[in-house]
């Protein structure tokens, strides 16, 4: 019975992610003014020379420096420091990344892991809330030849659900972003799986990178509509996967992949999305951090103009 109503939970949730947009609704959002968007950059991204030790005010102050108007922090900093190093700059943290969902997957076998992967969810709430932050980016979890497709899908919807009431109260969206973990491979999948909680405190990250190597972004984007509350920008390359790996096709600078930039625009303009790019991208080797993200920040602007 567990099984027959899970596949009834996903089938629902994907012939109403399904459904096309009525000529109503089609009508007003023709009738919204253009959104504003604002850009903003991945602390986690920012590895730096581990010989320099750049504390993390001088980080904000080279992310502020490129032009960024905000960035997304990691769960579980020290929260005394990042309030001090946002004060200084005058950044917005629009999102904190969880510490803990790949170290401790949700949809882990181990009670204690998921327990412990739990905690960081909850953590990151909290410090988005100190932040003001708006948003949490979740990773569910993982599946693999340990941990089914079934048994990932449930314990991921148990955990998740034990923290809604803390998001709720917090008034922080749990978004749960899509990743190479073999998990909700589809967009109406992804969209039934937000949609199984029936709470507005549960949301997408979308990442558009991630979906490159095996799907196109803008597709995505409309399926997954109003869910979608953040955005990665991430480039990845077809090509570099052929030739030297998987991951290599991240490599690739923005702009210079397959990632359809204004496709993706198109779409994110036809959903009304209205909130951040945040870029996630690899740093090609030679550059420092204030040349690295001088880079970034003006190919975003062009991504930015195509909307």
């Known amino acids: 019975m567990q099984r027959r109503r899970f596949l009834h939970t996903v089938v629902a949730g994907v012939a109403a992610a399904a459904v096309p947009l009525g000529a109503a609704a089609v009508a007003a959002q023709a009738a919204t003014p253009r959104p504003v968007r604002r850009k903003g ?61 790949w170290t401790h997957p949700l949809t882990s076998p181990n009670p204690a892991t998921r327990a412990v992967g739990l905690e960081g969810l909850r953590q990151a709430l909290r410090d988005a809330k100190a932040y003001g932050a708006d948003s949490v980016l979740l990773v569910p979890g993982v599946v693999n030849k340990e941990i089914g497709y ?21 008034r922080v969206a749990i978004a749960i972003e899509n990743v190479w973990n073999k998990f909700l491979l589809s967009p109406l999948e992804a969209a039934a799986f937000a ?39 991430k480039e990845f390359s077809r090509k570099l996967r052929e030739e ?54 003006g190919q975003l602007d062009r991504i930015l103009a195509l909307s």
Do not use: C
């Open 41 to 101: 950059f991945m602390l986690p991204s920012l590895r730096g020379d581990p010989k320099q030790k750049t504390s993390l005010a001088d980080q904000f102050r080279l992310i502020r420096d490129a032009g960024f108007a905000g960035v997304e922090v990691r769960g579980s900093l020290n929260q005394r420091e990042v309030l001090a190093a946002r004060d200084a700059t005058g950044l917005v943290i629009p999102s904190v990344v969880v510490a803990a969902h």
């Open 244 to 297: 030297k790996g998987p991951r290599a096709g991240f490599e690739a600078e923005l702009m210079n992949g397959d990632s359809d930039w204004p496709a993706v625009m198109k779409a994110l303009d036809d959903i009304g999305y209205a909130g951040w790019l945040i870029t996630e991208q690899y740093r090609p080797p030679g550059l420092t951090d204030a040349g690295w993200l001088g880079q970034l920040s």
């Open 195 to 233: 949609d199984a909680f029936q709470s507005p405190w549960v949301k997408w990250h979308f990442d558009v990178g991630n979906v490159v190597d095996t799907g196109w972004p803008e597709q995505w984007i409309r399926i997954l509509g109003p869910r979608i509350v953040k955005v990665h920008v």
């Open 150 to 170: 079934h048994d990932a899908y449930t314990r991921a919807l148990a955990e998740i659900r034990s923290a809604v009431s803390l998001a709720e109260s917090l």
